[in-house]
């Protein structure tokens, strides 16, 4: 049934990343199953309809680069949030690479300038800068998680970082599978605020 | 466990609290729920949107997990008991070396008076003595042990993640 893939890999799936011929069998089908989620991240990068050919390249490159990247795959990580992660990057380049079309177009005629040529240059890792933000980043996301009401906070922890299911979480508590939805909804508001903070001056 | 009718739906689309549970792969919604998200482009974007923010902030809580895993692992490290009890050997092992030089210590601080003049002036005479080549000669072994001191010293604050 088409409606039941949304709901694909969403749980570690052992030692995926040590594969034999079968597993590596099994992991392409489970990849395949991811589909319509990559493609609705991808259109959702992109801002563009789901039916859009560029998210069916986004998501055909995507599939690509996990099947032949899965050893890359660490032991127990889901293979949902790490198919994700691909998609959104593939989606992100493929984003500047239109607007960068779109410039070129634009200024076909006008002569390169040197900050033309400085955006080409593939950054290798990050600058003392960017780290010292990402540190910064870090400690404003902990400031953020620790002024979630209690509750809240629990259920965020145990979805992502324990990696427990809604209904598992709502029977640790003790409380209906909606509010632990609620819960979590609304703590990841508030850590996603927090984390775009950065973009913003 | 599945979400109630008022909980999933908002008019003809889902609520964000469906879609957020659809995005984080949870099976708490009614297969029509599940086939309206998998029909609706405006659903199936806002999915997307909702998993892409589930992947961040689970990301960046797992680094922030990881960092601070690794920052009490590090204050951990530091062998606090051993460097005490090595302290505490060496204060016994010295302490009768320091008893035989307390004489010499009180008489070094009633000489201090006559000998600190003389210490000075020699200073000064040295100092002058250092004009010319021998003076470059010395500023420049200072510049270079000031960089290399430098350089020890930004390499210290990076290990100790002070830009990490």
């Known amino acids: 049934m088409l409606g039941a893939v949304f709901f694909a890999s969403s749980r570690p799936r052992g030692n995926i990343g040590s594969m034999t011929a079968a597993s590596a069998e099994a992991f392409s089908?489970?990849?395949?199953?991811?589909?319509?989620?990559?493609?609705?991240?991808?259109?959702?990068?992109?801002h563009v309809a789901p039916g859009h050919p560029d998210v069916e390249d986004a998501v055909s490159e995507t599939m690509r680069r996990a099947i032949?990247?899965?050893?890359?795959?660490?032991?127990?990580?889901?293979?949902?949030?790490?198919?994700?992660?691909?998609?959104?990057?593939?989606?992100?380049d493929a984003a500047r690479s239109r607007t960068r079309a779109l410039k070129r177009q634009a200024s076909?005629?006008?002569?390169?300038?040197?900050?033309?040529?400085?955006?080409?240059?593939?950054?290798?890792?990050p600058s003392p800068f960017e780290r010292t933000a990402r540190s910064q980043e870090i400690a404003r996301l902990d400031a953020a998680l620790a002024a979630l009401p209690e509750k809240q906070r629990e259920a965020v922890t145990l979805f992502f970082l324990e990696g427990l299911s809604y209904v598992e979480i709502g029977e640790k508590l003790g409380v209906p599978v909606g509010t632990v939805a609620t819960w979590i909804l609304r703590g990841k508001k508030a850590l996603a605020a927090t984390l775009l903070e950065r973009n913003s001056p | 466990m599945k979400l109630t009718e008022a909980e999933t739906w908002e008019g003809e689309h889902l609520s964000e609290l469906a879609l957020s549970c659809i995005a984080d792969a949870q099976d708490v919604v009614d297969p029509v729920a599940r086939v309206h998200a998998e029909s609706c482009a405006e659903c199936t974007l806002r999915i997307g949107a909702l998993a892409l923010e589930s992947h961040d902030v689970g990301a960046a809580l797992k680094v922030a997990k990881s960092l601070s895993i690794e920052k009490a692992k590090a204050s951990q490290r530091f062998p606090t008991v051993l460097v005490a009890a090595a302290v505490i050997v060496a204060a016994v092992c010295g302490a009768p070396a320091l008893l035989d030089a307390a004489p010499r210590a009180i008489a070094w601080i009633y000489a201090a008076?006559?000998?600190?003049p003389v210490l000075a002036m020699s200073f000064v005479a040295a100092s002058k003595s250092l004009s010319g080549p021998s003076g470059a000669a010395v500023s420049l072994v200072a510049t270079f042990a000031l960089a290399l001191i430098g350089f020890a010293v930004a390499r210290a604050s990076r290990t100790s993640g002070v830009t990490s």
């Open chain 1, 29 to 46: 089908q489970e990849a395949a199953e991811l589909r319509p989620l990559l493609r609705a991240v991808a259109a959702s990068v992109l």
């Open chain 2, 113 to 116: 008076p006559r000998v600190l």
């Open chain 1, 108 to 125: 076909e005629a006008a002569p390169e300038s040197a900050s033309d040529l400085t955006d080409r240059i593939p950054d290798s890792k």
């Open chain 1, 68 to 92: 032949e990247g899965r050893g890359r795959l660490r032991p127990g990580e889901p293979v949902r949030a790490w198919i994700v992660g691909i998609v959104k990057h593939v989606a992100l």
